[in-house]
Nanobody, 114 residues
Framework: QVQLVESGGGLVQPGGSLRLSCAASGRLFSLYTMGWYRQAPGKERELVASITSYGSTDYADSVKARFTISRDNAKNTVYLQMNSLKPEDTAVYHC????????WGQGTQVTVSS
């Protein structure tokens, strides 16, 4: 069983930045593919960014060049640096760990509004 705890969400003005963190339990973190997903009200959950155990990254077209995913295996933590935030980035952001099974965090709210 893997437990994921997200932090770093909040209210930010358009054009601002936030950094989300996701701390994972367990000793196999370095083997997980980690991802950030988001779900806005009335919409389906969508993949925002992912990073493999080798460090390969992938991004949704809507966040490319604005968001950066990274991981620190020594700290069992994955990050999502979000810059140039837009109102349409408003959503609950969930951390995902994939290694044979999928594990999810509770989510952290990101609201982009003036």
């Amino acid at each position: 069983q893997v437990q994921l705890v997200e932090s770093g969400g909040g209210l930010v003005q358009p054009g601002g930045s936030l950094r989300l963190s996701c701390a994972a339990s367990g000793r196999l973190f370095s083997l997980y593919t980690m991802g950030w997903y988001r779900q806005a009200p009335g919409k389906e959950r969508e993949l925002v960014a992912s990073i493999t155990s080798y460090g390969s990254t992938d991004y949704a077209d809507s966040v490319k060049a604005r968001f950066t995913i990274s991981r620190d295996n020594a700290k069992n933590t994955v990050y999502l640096q979000m810059n140039s935030l837009k109102p349409e980035d408003t959503a609950v952001y969930h951390c995902n760990a994939h290694f044979r099974f999928d594990y999810w965090g509770q989510g952290t709210q990101v609201t982009v509004s003036s």
